[in-house]
C-alpha cells in the first residue's frame, strides 16, 4: 500500500499540530497555533498562569451546566542535563520515554537546533538505558554546542496517512486537540458553559489540568486522551482495539470515571448510532483524575481515542474513530445534560 497525503483539512489541522514541538511546560508554540484555529469559534479565550489556554463557549442557562473539557497539549521529550568537551548532550526524559525507541531517532529543540539520539557501545544482551543514550547536535565542544543544561526538546517525525491509519509523534495528545478544536466548531448552539481547556504539563502528572479545574469550577468535566489498544502481535490482553469507535473510559490507574457520566456517553453514542468501545486501561492516567478531585469532587469521566504505540514517535490512530469522537463530544456538548 502507497502512503498517501491527501490534502484534506482535518489532517492539515491533525498535521499542523503534532508538528508543532511543545514537551511539557514549553506550550508556548502549540498554544499560538491553538489559539488562532479556535478565535472565531468560542466566546472568551484566556491563558491562566500556567499556561493552560481556556476557551469559553456558550454562556451558562437555566437548563445549562458548566462543563470542562480537557486536552492535554503538552507532549513527552527530552530535557539536557550535560554537554561533554566533545559536544555531546546527556539528557533526562520529561514524561514516559522507552530508551527503546529513542535511538536513531531525532529531537528538535525549542530554539531550531535538531539533534539525533546516539547510544554508547553496549555489553552484548544488555537492554540500553537512559543513561547510555546521548544527543548529537553536530557540535564538536562544548564550546560551540548550540544548546545547553535545561534546554528542552520534542522528538521529530511527519506526520503521514496510511490509508485510515494517521501515523505521528505526540498524537498523545494533540489529536484530542484536534477533537475538542472540531467539536467546539460543530457546536451551533449550546445551553451550556463550555470551557475548553488545552491543558499543560499532563505528562509530568496532571499538573495544567488541576489548577484549571479548580479556576473553571464545573459542575462535569471529561478529559479527552489517547489510550493504548491491545490490538498488535502479542500485545497486553485489552479489548480497546483502532476503529472499535470512540472509547468511553471506565477506569485508568488515577481515577475511577463517574457512572453518571460514562453512561451519559453510552446513551448519546447510541443516540447517534456511532460505533464505541469500553475502556479498562490497567495503567496510565488522564486529566479525567484532575476534574474529578478539584475542590469537592466533580463527576467526570474520559473520552478516549484508541491509539497504537503510545509514547513512541510513530503513534497511530484511525480516522473513523477521530471523526466519530467529534460527533459523540460535539452531540454530548450541544444539548440539555441530565447525569
Ligand atoms: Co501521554
Ligand atoms: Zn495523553
Same mark, same amino acid.
Given at each position: 500500500m502507497k502512503?498517501?497525503?491527501?490534502?484534506?483539512?482535518?489532517?492539515?489541522? %491533525?498535521?499542523?499540530? +503534532? #508538528?508543532? &514541538? /511543545? $514537551?511539557? /511546560?514549553?506550550?508556548?508554540?502549540?498554544? *499560538? +497555533? %491553538?489559539?488562532? #484555529? %479556535?478565535?472565531?469559534?468560542?466566546? *472568551?479565550?484566556?491563558?491562566?498562569?500556567?499556561?493552560?489556554?481556556i476557551a469559553r463557549k456558550g454562556k451558562k442557562t437555566a437548563d445549562g451546566k458548566r462543563v470542562m473539557i480537557s486536552a492535554h497539549v503538552d507532549e513527552i521529550g527530552v530535557m539536557i542535563?550535560? +554537554?561533554d568537551e566533545n559536544g555531546f548532550a546527556r539528557f533526562i526524559t520529561i514524561g514516559g520515554v522507552n530508551p527503546l525507541t529513542c535511538i536513531g531517532g531525532r529531537v528538535l529543540f525549542m530554539n531550531g537546533v535538531s539533534g539525533v539520539i546516539g547510544v554508547e557501545r553496549l555489553e552484548p544482551n544488555t537492554m540500553p538505558k537512559h543513561e547510555n543514550l546521548f544527543i548529537d547536535t553536530g557540535a564538536t565542544s562544548v564550546a560551540d554546542s548550540p544548546v545547553k543544561v535545561g534546554d528542552v526538546a520534542g522528538f521529530y517525525r511527519p506526520a503521514v496517512q496510511m490509508g485510515s491509519r494517521l501515523v505521528a509523534k505526540s498524537m498523545d495528545d494533540r489529536i484530542a486537540a484536534v477533537v475538542a478544536i472540531?467539536?467546539?466548531? @460543530?457546536?451551533?448552539?449550546?445551553?451550556? *458553559?463550555l470551557y475548553f481547556v488545552f491543558s499543560v504539563q499532563e505528562e509530568v502528572g496532571l499538573r495544567g489540568a488541576t489548577t484549571a479545574a479548580y479556576g473553571?469550577?464545573?459542575?462535569?468535566?471529561?478529559? +479527552?486522551?489517547?489510550? &493504548?489498544?491491545?490490538?498488535?502481535?502479542?500485545?497486553?490482553?485489552?479489548?480497546?482495539?483502532? /476503529?472499535?469507535? $470512540? @472509547?468511553?473510559?471506565?477506569?485508568?490507574?488515577?481515577f475511577i470515571a463517574d457512572t453518571r457520566i460514562i453512561n451519559w456517553m453510552v446513551k448519546e453514542a447510541e443516540a447517534q448510532k456511532l460505533p464505541y468501545q469500553m475502556e479498562v486501561l490497567e495503567a496510565g492516567g488522564t486529566d479525567g483524575r484532575a476534574i474529578q478531585m478539584t475542590r469537592a469532587g466533580v463527576p467526570a469521566g474520559c473520552l478516549s481515542i484508541a491509539c497504537r504505540y503510545v509514547h513512541s514517535p510513530s503513534e497511530m490512530v484511525d480516522r473513523a474513530d477521530v471523526e466519530n469522537s467529534i460527533k459523540l463530544l460535539a452531540g454530548l456538548l450541544s444539548k440539555k445534560i441530565v447525569l
Open positions: 502512503n498517501e497525503t491527501p490534502k484534506d483539512a482535518l489532517f492539515a489541522l %491533525i498535521k499542523s499540530l +503534532v #508538528e508543532t &514541538p /511543545g $514537551p511539557s /511546560g514549553q506550550e508556548h508554540l502549540i498554544r *499560538e +497555533v %491553538i489559539k488562532a #484555529e %479556535i478565535k472565531d469559534y468560542c466566546d *472568551e479565550i484566556v491563558t491562566d498562569a500556567l499556561g493552560n489556554l542535563t550535560h +554537554v472540531e467539536a467546539m466548531k @460543530a457546536i451551533k448552539t449550546t445551553p451550556n *458553559e473553571v469550577d464545573p459542575d462535569l468535566g471529561l478529559a +479527552v486522551d489517547v489510550t &493504548p489498544t491491545g490490538d498488535t502481535p502479542k500485545s497486553t490482553r485489552r479489548s480497546v482495539a483502532l /476503529g472499535k469507535g $470512540p @472509547a468511553i473510559k471506565v477506569r485508568d490507574s488515577s
